[in-house]
């Protein structure tokens, strides 16, 4: 999540996981979970829920280049004060 930019720290990508608002592939994720290119990754924020297709998870190319890693499916905005899992 670091290095495609969908969360500003490694520590808040981890917390976000330790509270189960990561999924991958419709299953909870651990912060050493593989993903591979055409998974599918559901990130829960505050005020919403995105859902993207990775296209590229080669770790080296990541850390070049900053876009175009991933398509984004659905963006669904949530209420702040419900959980959406």
Known sequence: M???RLCKRRAAAQE???IG???VNQ???K????VKAGS???IAY???VLKIEVTCADETILRRTSAGHYNVIEEINAAPDV???
């Open 2 to 4: 670091k290095l495609t």
């Open 16 to 18: 976000m996981i330790d």
């Open 21 to 23: 608002a990561v999924r």
């Open 27 to 29: 299953r909870p994720c």
């Open 31 to 34: 912060a050493s979970s593989d």
């Open 40 to 42: 599918v990754i559901e």
């Open 46 to 48: 505050a005020a919403r």
């Open 83 to 85: 959980r959406p899992w």
